[in-house]
Protein backbone atom coordinates (compact mmCIF):
# COMPACT_ATOMS: atom_id res chain seq x y z
CA UNK A 1 0.00 0.00 0.00
CA UNK A 2 1.34 3.48 -1.04
CA UNK A 3 1.50 5.73 2.50
CA UNK A 4 -1.03 8.10 2.85
CA UNK A 5 0.57 12.10 2.83
CA UNK A 6 -0.10 13.56 6.22
CA UNK A 7 -1.33 12.56 9.47
CA UNK A 8 -3.99 10.42 9.27
CA UNK A 9 -6.44 7.56 11.42
CA UNK A 10 -7.47 4.29 10.35
CA UNK A 11 -11.27 3.50 11.01
CA UNK A 12 -11.90 -0.80 11.51
CA UNK A 13 -15.41 -2.49 11.55
CA UNK A 14 -14.96 -5.99 13.21
CA UNK A 15 -17.44 -8.05 11.02
CA UNK A 16 -16.05 -11.66 12.12
CA UNK A 17 -18.97 -12.94 14.17
CA UNK A 18 -20.87 -16.07 13.62
CA UNK A 19 -24.04 -14.66 14.27
CA UNK A 20 -25.12 -17.79 15.83
CA UNK A 21 -28.06 -16.43 17.67
CA UNK A 22 -29.74 -14.02 14.73
CA UNK A 23 -29.24 -16.97 12.50
CA UNK A 24 -27.67 -14.58 9.37
CA UNK A 25 -25.12 -12.42 9.34
CA UNK A 26 -25.76 -9.65 11.24
CA UNK A 27 -23.50 -7.21 9.11
CA UNK A 28 -25.83 -7.91 6.27
CA UNK A 29 -29.12 -7.69 8.37
CA UNK A 30 -31.27 -4.36 6.56
CA UNK A 31 -32.28 -2.28 8.68
CA UNK A 32 -34.42 0.45 7.53
CA UNK A 33 -33.64 -0.27 4.02
CA UNK A 34 -29.47 -0.15 4.71
CA UNK A 35 -27.83 -2.42 5.52
CA UNK A 36 -26.28 -2.61 9.17
CA UNK A 37 -22.68 -2.93 7.66
CA UNK A 38 -23.42 0.53 5.83
CA UNK A 39 -24.48 2.27 8.92
CA UNK A 40 -21.85 1.42 11.06
CA UNK A 41 -19.40 2.73 7.84
CA UNK A 42 -20.94 5.68 7.65
CA UNK A 43 -20.84 6.37 11.36
CA UNK A 44 -16.89 6.09 11.14
CA UNK A 45 -15.63 5.81 8.03
CA UNK A 46 -15.49 9.93 7.88
CA UNK A 47 -12.84 10.12 10.62
CA UNK A 48 -10.16 8.04 8.73
CA UNK A 49 -8.36 8.48 5.65
CA UNK A 50 -9.51 4.33 4.97
CA UNK A 51 -11.37 2.18 5.96
CA UNK A 52 -10.40 -1.76 7.05
CA UNK A 53 -12.91 -4.35 7.80
CA UNK A 54 -11.93 -7.31 8.73
CA UNK A 55 -13.98 -10.94 8.33
CA UNK A 56 -13.92 -14.21 9.19
CA UNK A 57 -13.66 -15.77 5.45
CA UNK A 58 -13.12 -14.41 1.84
CA UNK A 59 -16.21 -15.38 0.28
CA UNK A 60 -17.72 -12.51 2.55
CA UNK A 61 -14.88 -10.19 1.22
CA UNK A 62 -16.91 -10.39 -2.23
CA UNK A 63 -20.63 -9.71 -0.55
CA UNK A 64 -18.96 -6.84 1.71
CA UNK A 65 -16.90 -5.27 -1.31
CA UNK A 66 -20.00 -4.32 -3.00
CA UNK A 67 -21.41 -2.13 -0.13
CA UNK A 68 -17.65 -1.32 0.73
CA UNK A 69 -16.49 -0.35 -2.43
CA UNK A 70 -13.04 1.70 -0.79
CA UNK A 71 -12.93 -0.82 2.21
CA UNK A 72 -9.57 -3.04 2.34
CA UNK A 73 -10.47 -6.30 3.66
CA UNK A 74 -8.47 -8.61 6.33
CA UNK A 75 -9.18 -11.87 6.99
CA UNK A 76 -9.02 -13.83 10.37
CA UNK A 77 -5.84 -15.91 10.19
CA UNK A 78 -6.88 -18.22 13.38
CA UNK A 79 -10.59 -18.69 13.38
CA UNK A 80 -12.92 -18.72 15.96
CA UNK A 81 -10.54 -16.34 17.93
CA UNK A 82 -13.71 -13.21 18.30
CA UNK A 83 -12.82 -9.62 18.11
CA UNK A 84 -9.46 -10.04 19.57
CA UNK A 85 -8.81 -11.77 16.17
CA UNK A 86 -10.08 -8.60 14.12
CA UNK A 87 -8.03 -6.23 16.09
CA UNK A 88 -4.75 -8.16 15.45
CA UNK A 89 -5.20 -8.50 11.68
CA UNK A 90 -6.32 -4.41 11.22
CA UNK A 91 -3.50 -3.25 13.62
CA UNK A 92 -1.08 -5.40 11.28
CA UNK A 93 -2.22 -3.46 8.16
CA UNK A 94 -3.46 0.25 9.64
CA UNK A 95 -1.60 3.15 7.98
CA UNK A 96 -3.19 5.65 10.46
CA UNK A 97 -1.71 6.47 13.29
CA UNK A 98 -4.87 6.11 15.39
CA UNK A 99 -6.96 2.71 14.58
CA UNK A 100 -11.06 3.33 15.34
CA UNK A 101 -12.79 0.52 16.13
CA UNK A 102 -16.04 -0.40 15.58
CA UNK A 103 -18.19 -3.72 15.80
CA UNK A 104 -20.20 -4.18 12.79
CA UNK A 105 -23.28 -5.10 14.35
CA UNK A 106 -24.52 -1.69 15.69
CA UNK A 107 -26.53 0.35 13.43
CA UNK A 108 -27.30 3.33 15.67
CA UNK A 109 -23.75 3.55 16.14
CA UNK A 110 -23.16 7.44 16.46
CA UNK A 111 -20.23 9.41 14.86
CA UNK A 112 -20.65 11.81 17.59
CA UNK A 113 -19.23 9.31 19.79
CA UNK A 114 -15.59 8.93 18.01
CA UNK A 115 -15.44 12.41 17.99
CA UNK A 116 -15.75 12.77 21.73
CA UNK A 117 -13.34 9.90 21.96
CA UNK A 118 -10.75 11.19 19.83
CA UNK A 119 -11.19 14.39 21.82
CA UNK A 120 -10.63 12.07 25.18
CA UNK A 121 -7.44 10.60 24.05
CA UNK A 122 -4.92 13.26 25.15
CA UNK A 123 -1.53 11.28 25.15
CA UNK A 124 -3.05 8.08 26.62
CA UNK A 125 -2.57 4.98 24.62
CA UNK A 126 -6.24 4.22 24.36
CA UNK A 127 -9.70 5.51 24.79
CA UNK A 128 -12.69 3.53 25.69
CA UNK A 129 -16.03 3.98 26.51
CA UNK A 130 -17.04 2.69 30.12
CA UNK A 131 -20.97 1.53 31.18
CA UNK A 132 -20.71 -0.84 33.72
CA UNK A 133 -17.93 -2.62 32.00
CA UNK A 134 -15.51 -1.00 29.32
CA UNK A 135 -16.32 -1.73 25.75
CA UNK A 136 -12.91 -1.98 23.98
CA UNK A 137 -14.58 -3.03 20.17
CA UNK A 138 -16.20 0.64 20.06
CA UNK A 139 -12.26 2.89 20.71
CA UNK A 140 -9.70 4.57 19.73
CA UNK A 141 -6.44 3.64 20.03
CA UNK A 142 -2.83 4.82 19.25
CA UNK A 143 -1.72 2.20 16.34
CA UNK A 144 1.60 2.49 17.53
CA UNK A 145 0.55 1.34 20.75
CA UNK A 146 -1.06 -1.82 19.92
CA UNK A 147 1.80 -3.01 17.27
CA UNK A 148 3.95 -2.52 20.55
CA UNK A 149 2.18 -5.09 22.27
CA UNK A 150 1.11 -7.28 19.48
CA UNK A 151 4.49 -7.53 17.62
CA UNK A 152 6.64 -8.21 21.25
CA UNK A 153 5.84 -11.58 23.06
CA UNK A 154 2.87 -12.12 24.73
CA UNK A 155 0.73 -14.48 26.14
CA UNK A 156 -2.03 -15.50 23.30
CA UNK A 157 -5.05 -12.35 24.17
CA UNK A 158 -8.30 -13.97 24.64
CA UNK A 159 -10.14 -10.63 24.43
CA UNK A 160 -9.63 -6.82 23.54
CA UNK A 161 -10.39 -6.38 26.88
CA UNK A 162 -7.38 -7.99 27.66
CA UNK A 163 -5.62 -6.00 24.98
CA UNK A 164 -6.61 -2.87 27.19
CA UNK A 165 -5.78 -4.29 29.96
CA UNK A 166 -2.15 -3.70 28.91
CA UNK A 167 -2.27 -0.16 27.38
CA UNK A 168 -2.47 3.03 29.31
CA UNK A 169 -6.12 4.24 28.53
CA UNK A 170 -8.55 6.78 29.65
CA UNK A 171 -12.33 5.50 29.87
CA UNK A 172 -15.00 7.58 28.85
CA UNK A 173 -17.54 7.34 31.43
CA UNK A 174 -21.23 7.09 31.23
CA UNK A 175 -22.47 10.58 31.82
CA UNK A 176 -19.34 12.22 29.49
CA UNK A 177 -20.97 9.01 26.39
CA UNK A 178 -24.77 10.95 27.15
CA UNK A 179 -23.41 14.26 26.39
CA UNK A 180 -23.49 13.04 23.37
CA UNK A 181 -25.63 10.07 22.80
CA UNK A 182 -28.44 10.28 25.52
CA UNK A 183 -30.29 7.06 25.27
CA UNK A 184 -26.39 5.42 24.69
CA UNK A 185 -27.95 4.31 20.84
CA UNK A 186 -24.66 3.45 19.83
CA UNK A 187 -24.07 0.64 22.46
CA UNK A 188 -27.27 -1.18 21.10
CA UNK A 189 -25.85 -4.44 18.90
CA UNK A 190 -28.06 -7.29 16.77
CA UNK A 191 -27.31 -10.05 18.57
CA UNK A 192 -30.95 -11.67 18.00
CA UNK A 193 -34.30 -10.73 16.80
CA UNK A 194 -35.75 -8.97 19.91
CA UNK A 195 -32.48 -6.56 19.28
CA UNK A 196 -33.69 -6.13 15.84
CA UNK A 197 -36.55 -4.86 16.99
CA UNK A 198 -35.51 -2.61 19.78
CA UNK A 199 -33.80 -1.05 16.81
CA UNK A 200 -36.36 -0.77 14.84
CA UNK A 201 -38.20 0.48 17.76
CA UNK A 202 -36.04 3.70 18.42
CA UNK A 203 -35.73 4.00 14.86
CA UNK A 204 -39.42 4.73 14.66
CA UNK A 205 -38.96 7.25 17.73
CA UNK A 206 -36.52 9.39 16.20
CA UNK A 207 -38.42 9.62 12.66
CA UNK A 208 -41.64 10.99 14.43
CA UNK A 209 -39.86 13.10 16.76
CA UNK A 210 -38.00 14.86 13.63
Known sequence: MRPIPGSV?????????????LGRPKALEVVAGKTIVERVAQAIAPFGGELVVSIADAPMAETLKRLLPTAAFVIDRR????????????T??????RLLVAPCD?????PELYRLLLASL????AAVPRLDVFDPVRAVYRTAALRGILSGP??????PSS??????????LEDQLRTVDPRLDS?????DPSDLETVLTRLRSISHSA
Do not use: C, Q, W, Y
Open 187 to 191: FLDVN
Open 9 to 21: DTALILAGGSSRR
Open 106 to 110: APLLR
Open 163 to 172: LVDRLDAVFV
Open 92 to 97: EVARGE
Open 154 to 159: MVDLPS
Open 122 to 125: GAHD
Open 79 to 90: PGKGPIEGIIRG
